[in-house]
């Protein structure tokens, strides 16, 4: 009976360590196919290959690994854009060239606009397609009316020079405080008597190192701290954090490195545990 289980127990244990090993079916991507074979079962170091549908532009490896029973991160297939005739004459906008015509283009291609003439044209004039979408630039009336004073920035400050009045087709220009970063474009223009959509500061994301301590994290690379001992992310911005030595995150044992991203959401810490490896006891 005993030498039934000497034989026995390393057997289990192999299965249990290359069952953590195994990884489930490959995920599918938006606008994009999976081109490898589908297998019935997926082990360590096995790799796949994507393709993106005509027109979309592949973000990322064409292939992804399996590792320690997960798949690294698949990749995105991202949108082209297109810009109608009508929608450049209805915003006044010209192509460079001085022409006005439909146009097709994949991410991240650009575009140089020109505005018509009595028109004034907000910054920047090239514009880049970013997953479908292009912000376009605005023609604004020089001949229009005056405006006022323009409109306060919560968290920033005006930096060009005040006035009383202020021309259609003249600008502002604002800035964030410190720690705030800046959403939408830094001017604000004086369009027939109103001004256009001022930037917004959005306030960046904070990690106490206090707490960083208490789970055993550290912070990776150069990053921002003061007095009050805290760090500070820029929203929009990340920063890369790992377990301590000797530690790795309790949801994937695999990995101590992970990076934290500032999107507007209060940060959550993960967990660090002490290092659990799966070994082969002799019995």
Known sequence: MKSWLVCIGPLLLWACCASQRMCEEPPDIEFGTLVSDVKATYLASDRVQYS????????????ITCQGGKWSPPPKCLAPCSIRRQELDGK?????????RSRFLQNGQTLEFLCRDGYVLTPPSIRKCVDGHMDLPWCISEGGKNCSRPPTLEN????????????????????????????????SFCDN???TKKPACLESCTISLA????????????????ESQNIFVPRGHSAELACESGYALASDPSQAAFVIQCDGKPVVLPECKGNARCHKKSI
């Not at 006044?92 to 006005?100: A, E, F, P, Q």
């Open 193 to 195: 008597g109103s001004w």
């Open 156 to 187: 920033g400050d005006i930096i060009s020079s005040s006035q009383e009045w202020y021309p259609s087709g003249s600008s502002v220009e604002f800035k964030c405080q410190w720690y705030y970063a800046m959403e939408g474009p830094n001017k």
């Open 52 to 63: 993106c549908n005509p027109g979309y532009t592949l973000e990322g490896s064409e292939w």
């Open 211 to 226: 707490e960083m301590q208490r789970q055993k994290i550290e912070v990776k690379g150069e990053i921002d701290e003061n």
């Open 92 to 100: 006044h906008l010209l192509l460079s060239g001085g022409r006005s």
